[in-house]
């Protein structure tokens, strides 16, 4: 069976050969070339147009460049598929909008980067803080264009590189959300002014929500199958709002991209970190297909993938959850008994993808991803017959 036959079987709660897996993010440079494959250079090709007189117009060119964008994600596709992940990603926003020293400001406003983590030189990307420093720079901001060519390019190289792996990883498109681009872009303590101003706080939501909706609809009609969606809406002791505003500001357009998606025959795969207890039958009720990670590390015990499960498993599909903490530190025995637990109470009937509970990050250990590797390689195959 075939990546994309197997992703969209679980998808529709039913049963294919193997439990699908998905990785949000794979930054661990020690266990990718233990299999092989080089650690990513993105970094140092940021450095070299650094230097450049126009290197925001080359980057764009590069960015647009649809054989240019395949060939740079060979590596990360084959890393995937040496490890039996299902689920590649290309990313069609979240693009660079001007270099800095170190990392670049995005198109939706925020400031990117790269940390090195100093055991084996893994760099990752990661958010610095808001480059808008009021909603009067965020009307000057240019709005990023859902029609702009690098769009497509990036999901249509995508779409070649599992062409040319005969459909044995399925390249899925992502795009971002409603409030993770709306609060990243000012930082939290600006956006929290905003959102004392009803107005503009509806319009920095709707620019978003607008945005998102015509990409679902544009890479939806060029065949995505599914569609990767970023927005976190919590963290690890509650929501970054009320249950209400994301009622008023994100939910609207949230439900119009499930429904835009699904009358294209496509689904949407939320990831959303963070305690979502109070908003999770509202992710339900928009029509999201399958959420991940299901954070296992928030404070709060009931937010549990296993009791939500018991709840909910008929009407959404669950993707996670293996903590990243018990994979840094966590015992190899730990590790096998909770990914076993995970297939044999979640995947029977379908609805269930095999992942981590946010990402494979630096930390975690060759032996330690090998165990998470022997469990899913001996028990993951259907029918499902795990002893408890």
């Not at 970054?240 to 609207?252: A, C, D, H, L």
């Not at 835009?260 to 305690?275: C, N, T, W």
Request: negative net charge; hydrophobic residues 40%; proline residues 5%.
């Amino acid at each position: 069976m075939d990546a994309p036959t197997r992703v969209m079987k679980a998808l529709n709660h039913e049963e294919p050969d193997r439990v699908p897996a998905f990785e949000s993010a794979f930054t661990n440079n020690t266990i990718m070339e233990h299999y092989g494959i080089a650690a990513a250079g993105l970094s140092s090709g940021i450095d070299a147009l650094k230097h450049l007189p126009f290197k925001t117009r080359v980057a764009n060119y590069a960015m647009s460049n649809r054989s240019w964008l395949a060939k740079g994600m060979v590596n990360s596709y084959e890393f995937l598929r040496r490890v039996k992940i299902d689920i590649g990603l290309s990313f069609v926003t979240h693009q660079q909008r001007k270099i800095v020293e170190g990392g670049m400001i995005d198109e939706f406003g925020r400031l990117m980067k790269f940390e090195k983590y100093e055991g084996d030189g893994t760099l990752i990307l990661g958010y610095r803080g808001g480059h808008l420093h009021s909603f009067e720079d965020y009307e000057k901001w240019e709005r990023p264009d859902p029609n702009e060519p690098k769009r497509l390019a990036a999901f249509l190289a995508g779409k070649d590189v599992q062409k040319q792996m005969n459909n044995e990883i399925l390249s899925v498109p992502a795009i971002g959300g409603m409030m993770e681009p709306s609060w990243e872009a000012f930082g939290l303590e600006t956006f929290s002014r905003i959102l004392g101003h009803p107005k503009q706080a509806k319009k920095v939501f709707d620019d978003n929500g607008k945005l998102a909706v015509e990409l679902v609809k544009i890479l939806a009609d060029q065949g995505a199958e599914l569609i990767l969606v970023w927005d976190d809406y919590g963290f690890k002791n509650g929501l970054f709002m009320s249950p209400q505003n994301y009622r008023t500001y994100v939910f609207p357009w949230l439900k119009q991209m499930c429904d835009e998606a699904h009358k294209r025959d496509s689904r949407i795969l939320l990831h959303s970190d963070g305690d979502l207890m109070l908003i999770f039958e509202d992710i339900i009720k928009c029509g999201v297909d399958a959420l991940n990670p299901i954070e296992p590390t928030t404070a709060n015990p009931d937010y549990d993938i296993f009791r939500l499960a018991e709840k909910y498993k008929d009407k959404i599909t669950f993707v996670g959850n293996i903590s990243p903490v018990m994979l840094a530190v966590g015992t190899v025995t730990e590790i096998e008994e909770y990914s076993k637990r995970l297939i044999r109470e979640l995947a029977p009937g379908g609805g269930y993808i095999f992942s981590s509970g946010h990402s494979i990050n630096p930390a975690i250990t060759v032996d330690r991803w090998e165990a998470v590797m022997r469990v899913r390689e001996k028990y993951g195959s259907y029918p499902i017959r795990i002893p408890d």
